[in-house]
T-cell receptor, first 115, second 113 residues
Framework: DGGITQSPKYLFRKEGQNVTLSCEQN?????MYWYRQDPGQGLRLIYY???????QKGDIAEGYSVSREKKESFPLTVTSAQKNPTAFYLC??????????????FGEGSRLTVL | GDSVTQMEGPVTLSEEAFLTINCTYT??????LFWYVQYPGEGLQLLLK?????DKGSNKGFEATYRKETTSFHLEKGSVQVSDSAVYFC????????????FGQGTTLQVKP
């Protein structure tokens, strides 16, 4: 089945450690996104990528890094510089980049907890 | 900048009650509008969308009408079920070529039998 796969589903990290969240899609979508979800705050955009080997900062990029070496993969690294990393992270993709149809397809999320 | 505001939750209803979740937006240009639903422990799924003024999006008994004059996109359902319990997000697409969505804060709906 086509879709977006995020792993791991749950992750625990000690303070000072970097962690990488995986996001893979087999929908042949050009654009991919990382959102962070906190209770009562909705979703906030961390990074997005419209094409391979290119990505842009979103609204809360500080303390995060990404790469887009392949069309189907968009991993997110939460670095030790991220001051409050405990959150639910959602990866998404969309078929269209231009225009404003804006329909996103989401993975099931990764919950990161810092101990 | 563009923004979306949803009514505060949680909203608690009895089964078969009428549902309204308010959503208003601020945007330049003419964005598309969306409602997404998130069931417990899962990612978001598109529920319905409308791409221009006066369009009505509908799916699974839910409806929302794009009202440009009141900058609103309220979600309604005539008779909710326990299985509708979830978090509902209103969103708009930026009028640009990024495909980015701007989300409201989400409204939790709990339906009791």
């Amino acid at each position: 089945d086509g879709g977006i796969t995020q792993s791991p589903k749950y992750l625990f990290r000690k303070e000072g450690q970097n962690v990488t969240l995986s996001c893979e899609q087999n929908l042949n979508h050009d654009a991919m996104y990382w959102y962070r979800q906190d209770p009562g705050q909705g979703l906030r955009l961390i990074y997005y990528s419209q094409i391979v080997n290119d990505f842009q900062k979103g609204d809360i990029a500080e303390g995060y890094s990404v790469s887009r070496e392949k069309k189907e993969s968009f991993p997110l690294t939460v670095t030790s510089a991220q001051k409050n990393p405990t959150a639910f992270y959602l990866c998404a993709s969309s078929i269209e980049v231009a225009g404003n149809t804006g329909e996103l397809f989401f993975g099931e999320g990764s919950r990161l907890t810092v101990l | 900048g563009d923004s979306v505001t949803q009514m505060e939750g949680p909203v608690t209803l009895s089964e078969e009650a009428f549902l309204t979740i308010n959503c208003t937006y601020t945007a330049t240009g003419y964005p598309s509008l969306f409602w997404y639903v998130q069931y417990p422990g899962e990612g978001l799924q598109l529920l319905l969308k409308a791409t221009k003024a006066d369009d009505k999006g509908s799916n699974k008994g839910f409806e929302a009408t794009y009202r440009k004059e009141t900058t609103s996109f309220h979600l309604e359902k005539g008779s909710v079920q326990v299985s509708d319990s979830a978090v509902y997000f209103c969103a708009l697409s930026e009028y640009s070529n990024t495909g980015k969505l701007i989300f409201g804060q989400g409204t939790t709906l709990q339906v009791k039998p």
